[in-house]
């Protein structure tokens, strides 16, 4: 098949180098000369375990191409996916399907023979319609069916699971175009991966209610967390009390500082948005939101704490900026609003991460970036992970203790052991788990 992906961006990028595996010949776009430039060189924009050397060996091969020429490679595609952003329209919440529709525009010109155009961006219930009556429009006499497929890869585990997705939903009524799909995904499908068909509504909106209850699962335990730590019980265990129950099942339940992220905040407020415009209100999501909005500056008042709600003076060290670990993704990043308040509050914020500071010093250029977790607990008064790296896990404590000017860790992801920290002199807060006196 021939593929071209348009947007190569986490998901372009993944999802074309993937089809490229898979033995597809495929030309990814981006209207962004820079990016496109850096993939020609060899190297990748953005920080995605693996993704590098699979890149490097498709390209060897020939069958993966980057330019940000979209005329001549959609000319000659059996297939082409939409991956362009879908952010958050400023003002309202609503996605701004802005870069979806131009996309769509300049593709409606480039087609020539039967060629399928599937949305892969998450896009509101509807949006396939207005993607195919922009096409007819632009380019009337184009032989063309438009189809959802929406993505459903974590960054920082994105191969593994465009490879070992646990299903594929294809969004189509038309047989002509899930005869392409059935043949694109062809190779995942021998490995078992269950492929879903279904009406390209039904698939739009499978996403955003993905989403919606991954966020409603993590907004409740996190809430249960703040349960627990008034009442003296452990949300760990509560987690994995209910967790090893089938029904509920055990992901997504981690206390932590709430969610963040390039998705999951812009896509529940998308999908509020559609629903009270289609009047069936999501009152559970809302509440969702509003809680998870509420949360990010609460994790400022738990750091506060310990001196009494007064941070004027002193110096707070952040390990941990992206959202998760294993992306240098910093969009929507609980640190952000996190460090806002601590600064609002007055202290001074230093702060590492392992790849995020490129990107996080464009957000918060005012605070100091340190070398690694140990020269930025220099001289601190109190250390907050925020994001649970791996090189976070098994931090020297007794270097940490001598660096700090006072020995206080807030854990906002349950790293540590809070035995194993207070034994050792630290006063540690961690989230939705009994605190203890300081050994
Ligand atoms: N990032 C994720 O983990 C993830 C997972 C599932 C779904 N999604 C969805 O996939 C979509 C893309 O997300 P992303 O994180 O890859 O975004 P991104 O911002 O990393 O990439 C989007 C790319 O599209 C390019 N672009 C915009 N308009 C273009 C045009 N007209 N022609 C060519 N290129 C154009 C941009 O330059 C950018 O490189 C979004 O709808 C998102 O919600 C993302």
Same mark, same amino acid.
């Given at each position: 098949?021939?593929?071209?992906?348009?947007g190569?961006?986490?998901?372009g990028?993944?999802?074309?180098?993937?089809f490229?595996?898979f033995?597809?010949?495929?030309?990814?776009?981006?209207?962004d000369?820079?990016?496109?430039?850096?993939?020609?060189?060899?190297?990748?924009?953005?920080?995605?375990?693996?993704?590098?050397?699979?890149?490097?060996?498709?390209?060897?091969?020939?069958?993966?191409v980057?330019t940000?020429?979209?005329?001549?490679?959609v000319?000659?595609?059996?297939?082409v996916?939409?991956?362009?952003?879908t952010p958050?329209r400023?003002?309202?919440?609503?996605?701004?399907?802005?870069?979806?529709?131009?996309?769509?525009?300049?593709?409606?010109q480039?087609?020539?023979?039967?060629?399928?155009?599937?949305?892969?961006?998450?896009?509101?219930?509807?949006?396939?319609?207005?993607?195919?009556?922009?096409?007819?429009?632009?380019?009337?006499?184009?032989?063309?069916?438009?189809?959802?497929?929406?993505?459903?890869?974590r960054?920082?585990?994105?191969?593994r699971?465009?490879?070992?997705p646990?299903r594929?939903?294809?969004g189509?009524?038309?047989?002509?175009?899930?005869?392409?799909? +059935?043949? =694109?995904?062809?190779? *995942?499908y #021998?490995?078992?991966a $269950?492929?879903?068909?279904?009406? &390209?509504?039904t698939?739009?909106?499978?996403?955003?209610?993905?989403?919606?209850?991954?966020?409603?699962?993590i907004?409740?335990?996190?809430?249960?967390?703040?349960?627990a730590?008034?009442?003296?019980?452990n949300?760990?265990?509560?987690a994995?009390g209910?967790?090893m129950?089938?029904?509920?099942?055990?992901?997504?339940?981690?206390?932590g500082?709430?969610?963040?992220?390039s998705?999951?905040?812009?896509?529940?407020?998308?999908?509020?948005k559609?629903?009270?415009?289609?009047d069936?209100?999501?009152?559970?999501?809302?509440?969702?939101?509003?809680?998870?909005?509420?949360?990010?500056?609460?994790?400022?008042?738990?750091?506060?704490?310990?001196?009494?709600?007064?941070?004027? +003076?002193? =110096?707070?060290?952040? *390990?941990? #900026?992206?959202?998760? $670990?294993?992306?240098?993704?910093? &969009?929507e990043?609980?640190?952000?609003?996190?460090?806002?308040a601590?600064?609002?509050?007055?202290?001074?914020?230093?702060?590492?991460?392992?790849?995020?500071?490129?990107?996080?010093?464009?957000e918060?250029?005012n605070?100091?970036y340190?070398?690694?977790?140990?020269?930025?607990?220099?001289?601190?008064?109190?250390?907050?992970?925020?994001?649970?790296?791996?090189q976070?896990?098994?931090?020297?404590?007794?270097?940490?203790?001598?660096?700090?000017?006072?020995?206080?860790?807030?854990?906002?992801?349950?790293?540590?052991?809070?035995?194993?920290?207070?034994?050792?002199?630290?006063?540690y807060r961690?989230?939705?788990?009994?605190?203890?006196?300081?050994?």
């Open positions: 098949m021939r593929i071209v992906l348009v190569t961006g986490y998901v990028l993944v999802s074309g180098t993937c490229a595996d033995g597809h010949h495929v030309t990814c776009v981006d209207n000369q820079a990016k496109i430039s850096s993939l020609q060189r060899g190297e990748i924009p953005i920080f995605e375990p693996d993704l590098e050397r699979l890149v490097q060996s498709n390209v060897s091969a020939g069958r993966l980057f940000t020429e979209l005329v001549g490679p000319g000659e595609a059996d297939a996916f939409i991956a362009v952003g958050s400023r003002g309202d919440g609503h996605a701004d399907l802005s870069y979806v529709y131009s996309a769509s525009r300049e593709i409606a480039a087609l020539k023979g039967f060629t399928v155009v599937i949305t892969k961006s998450t896009v509101p219930v509807g949006t396939c319609d207005e993607v195919e009556r922009l096409i007819k429009q632009v380019n009337p006499s184009a032989d063309v069916v438009v189809a959802s497929n929406p993505e459903f890869l960054e920082g585990a994105a191969i699971d465009f490879k070992h646990d594929i939903v294809v189509t009524d038309d047989e002509r175009a899930r005869h392409v799909l +059935g043949e =694109i995904y062809r190779p *995942l #021998l490995n078992q $269950p492929i879903m068909y279904t009406g &390209r509504r698939a739009e909106l499978i996403k955003y209610a993905a989403n919606a209850f991954l966020v409603t699962k907004t409740f335990i996190n809430e249960m967390a703040d349960l730590e008034k009442v003296g019980a949300v760990q265990e509560i994995r209910i967790g129950d089938n029904r509920i099942g055990s992901k997504f339940l981690h206390a500082p709430g969610f963040g992220g998705c999951l905040p812009k896509d529940a407020r998308a999908l509020i559609t629903a009270q415009d289609f069936a209100p999501l009152r559970i999501l809302e509440a969702v939101n509003a809680v998870n909005d509420n949360r990010k500056r609460a994790m400022a008042r738990k750091v506060a704490a310990p001196f009494g709600g007064n941070l004027r +003076g002193k =110096i707070i060290a952040v *390990l941990g #900026l992206t959202f998760k $670990p294993n992306t240098d993704d910093m &969009r990043a609980p640190s952000i609003p996190l460090i806002t601590l600064s609002d509050m007055g202290a001074t914020v230093r702060a590492f991460d392992p790849v995020g500071m490129e990107l996080a010093r464009l918060m250029p605070i100091e340190c070398a690694g977790p140990y020269e930025c607990a220099v001289g601190a008064d109190a250390l907050v992970i925020v994001t649970e790296w791996e976070f896990r098994a931090l020297d404590l007794d270097r940490l203790k001598r660096e700090m000017a006072c020995p206080i860790v807030v854990d906002l992801r349950n790293v540590y052991n809070p035995e194993e920290l207070t034994s050792r002199g630290f006063l961690s989230i939705g788990r009994p605190s203890m006196p300081v050994a």
